[in-house]
């Protein structure tokens, strides 16, 4: 299936350089009040040789895996390979691998042949090193800072992995080969990018120069079962009894915006919570990149498009919405409001498709109402800030607010109704948070969810609307 030759054997490529690591040895000084009543803060522990010796065979693997990925290149058939099946394309792959190491003198033990076999085969059909992460299910995020540094979030936590490219040119073959594969490029001109992966993976890359230290990747990855209501609740990111108000709330088809920082959990929140829209309605989704899984029958998925690399075609998510609006939906749902769309949310908010959602990036809920008024600023509507405030209040009937505590853990930290305005100032009442008491510690969060005491201001609607929810559940909790 292969063409296939021998080339002379090539100089070792120089090893990386190893930098030293500056010694931080200031003299060890009396310690102050001040840095008495701090707490330690955690030093790195000196290398131990054992790992010394795993970082040298790491690097020897990754040296012999670079060349054995050169010679793969020049003496693979490319056309053959699209219609090769995996195990044909494994094993051609391990025997030209053998060959080569035999022809080097180079002597691997099983594990270190079976390691590499593996990534040269990621490296030839998927994308090199991060290809483990992306078929690690216990990865969320990865973020490369440059070709030496991977860090990848766990169970809420960033750590850093021990995988790395081998260097900046090896890192920015994988980014080409993602972009490439999405008809987008990305270069010195052009140095930004947002893609889809393959298996809906959520991909963004800045390459050097505006990306100082090499490039910066991120990626969120998709996950095929996302986490539900019941989940969530399990989880402990909301309890219950807020799980009853949320699912009164959607059903009574009260306008809902999640509010919250990057990676919150703002889309997972808004794709459970969309879970109780009822089956028979019509649901249009429009997202700059598709990750809401509705459960629902009857849903249009729209995604918005960024103008390609002559500035044109763009597709903004306030064309979709526009377009949206004729396409006879009962409900809308915006993956995230953040330009000019919002005059279009808003409206549409207030104009018969009540029960649309949305999120936000923003702190708070009157952090969140903040960013709406700004964003209807930029957008260049000239109105009176009364006026704006009113079509907001009317518009918004819930703000959710989701965050990422320091913890890791991800929480609804507040629900929030709005209830009109006062003179010239929203009104809100929180009718649900998370209590913060402390840290364990290990450094986990000590906290309870609690009910502020106040009934919510639609409970007639709710109780109308068959969710007769017990008065017991505005209860602020005692513990
Ligand atoms: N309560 C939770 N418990 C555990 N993991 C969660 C929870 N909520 C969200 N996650 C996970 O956290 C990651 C980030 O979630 P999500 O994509 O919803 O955040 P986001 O706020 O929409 O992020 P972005 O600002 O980047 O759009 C996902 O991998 C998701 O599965
Ligand atoms: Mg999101």
Not at 57 to 65: A, D, M
Not at 90 to 116: C, G, H, M, P, Y
Not at 223 to 250: P, R, S
Request: glycine content about 6%.
């Amino acid at each position: 299936m292969f063409s296939r030759y021998k080339k002379q054997p090539e100089a070792q490529p120089v090893q990386a350089e190893v930098k030293a690591t500056t010694p931080t040895s200031a003299a060890p000084q009396a310690p102050t009040a001040n840095a008495m009543i701090r707490k330690p803060v955690a030093k790195k522990a000196a290398e131990p040789t054992a790992s010394d010796r795993e970082r040298k065979r790491k690097e020897r693997l990754s040296e012999i895996k670079i060349e054995l990925h050169r010679e793969l290149l020049e003496n693979l058939n490319l056309a053959a390979l699209e219609n090769a099946n995996e195990s044909d394309l494994r094993s051609e792959i391990s025997a030209i691998a053998s060959e080569v190491l035999e022809t080097k003198n180079i002597v691997l033990n099983r594990d270190d042949r079976f390691q590499l076999n593996k990534e040269l085969y990621d490296e030839v059909t998927g994308l090199g090193p991060l290809e483990t992460l992306l078929q690690d299910d216990t990865v969320n995020d990865i973020l490369v800072n440059g070709p030496q540094q991977i860090f990848v979030e766990r169970a809420g936590k960033l750590e850093i992995s021990d995988i790395t490219f081998k260097d900046e040119k090896h890192l920015m073959r994988i980014i080409d080969k993602i972009v490439s594969a999405v008809g987008r490029r990305v270069d010195e001109s052009n140095p930004y990018v947002d893609a889809r992966l393959a298996d809906g993976s959520r991909f963004n890359a800045m390459v050097p120069p505006i990306a100082v230290d090499g490039s910066l990747v991120s990626i969120r990855k998709f996950k095929k079962d996302k986490l539900g209501i019941d989940d969530l609740v399990n989880f402990g990111a909301f309890t219950e009894e807020m799980a009853a108000y949320l699912q009164a709330a959607v059903s009574t088809r009260l306008n809902v915006i999640v509010s919250g920082g990057t990676g919150s959990g703002k889309t997972t929140t808004l794709n459970a919570l969309s879970s109780f829209i009822d089956d028979a309605e019509r649901i249009l989704t429009i997202e700059d990149t598709a990750e809401l899984q509705l459960q629902q029958t009857h849903v249009g998925r729209m995604e918005s498009r960024p103008p390609n690399v002559e500035g044109k075609g763009e597709v903004s998510p306030r064309d979709c919405l526009k377009n949206a609006l004729r396409m006879r939906p009962d409900r809308i749902i915006v993956g995230e409001t953040r330009g000019a769309e919002v005059i279009d949310m808003l409206q549409a908010m207030n104009t018969g498709h009540d029960g649309s959602m949305t999120t936000i990036h923003a702190n708070s809920a009157r952090d969140g109402i903040s960013r709406l008024e700004n964003m209807i600023a930029m957008a260049g509507i000239e109105m009176p800030i009364k006026a704006v405030r009113s079509q907001i209040s009317s518009a918004v009937n819930l703000i959710v607010q989701a965050s990422r505590l320091q913890d890791g853990s991800r929480r609804m930290t507040s629900i929030t109704e709005i209830t009109g305005m006062e003179g010239d100032v929203i009104s809100m009442q929180e009718i649900f948070r998370f209590q913060r008491v402390g840290l364990t510690p290990d450094n986990k969060i000590i906290g309870h969810f609690t009910a502020t005491g106040v009934r919510s201001h639609y409970s007639e609607r709710f109780r109308l609307w068959g969710f007769d929810l017990p008065a017991a559940i505005y209860e602020p909790t005692t513990v």
